[in-house]
């Protein structure tokens, strides 16, 4: 059974910057794209910033130049740096992991709470 666990969500100020940790165990198959979403009170889960296991990323407008989305392949784990933070961004961050089994099938993190406020 897969696992995934975020962390590094917090509480920062307009400007700051956070980085976020998302670890993958516990899978017999490899693991593909990785991602990272948030979703606030009310609205849709939105994507923020995938990245393959070759290293091909992928952006949300709102965010592309701020985040930036890395991953070591060798710790199955995906790391999201988030710059120039805006209060906007305040959400619950999810990650996302494609396991290549067959069927391939998506598992999700617990989420962690980023907010940005003065």
């Known amino acids: 059974q897969v696992q995934v666990v975020e962390s590094g969500g917090g509480l920062v100020q307009p400007g700051g910057s956070l980085r976020l940790s998302c670890a993958a165990s516990?899978?017999?198959?490899?693991?593909?794209?990785m991602g990272w979403y948030r979703q606030t009170p009310g609205k849709q889960r939105e994507l923020v910033a995938t990245i393959t296991s070759g290293g091909s990323t992928n952006y949300v407008d709102s965010v592309n130049g701020r985040f930036t989305i890395s991953r070591d392949n060798a710790k199955n784990t995906a790391y999201l740096q988030m710059n120039g933070l805006k209060p906007e961004d305040t959400a619950v961050y999810y990650c996302s992991v494609r396991v290549l089994s067959w069927p391939a099938r998506t598992t999700w993190g617990q989420g962690t709470q980023v907010t940005v406020s003065s």
């Open positions: 516990g899978s017999a198959f490899a693991i593909g794209a």
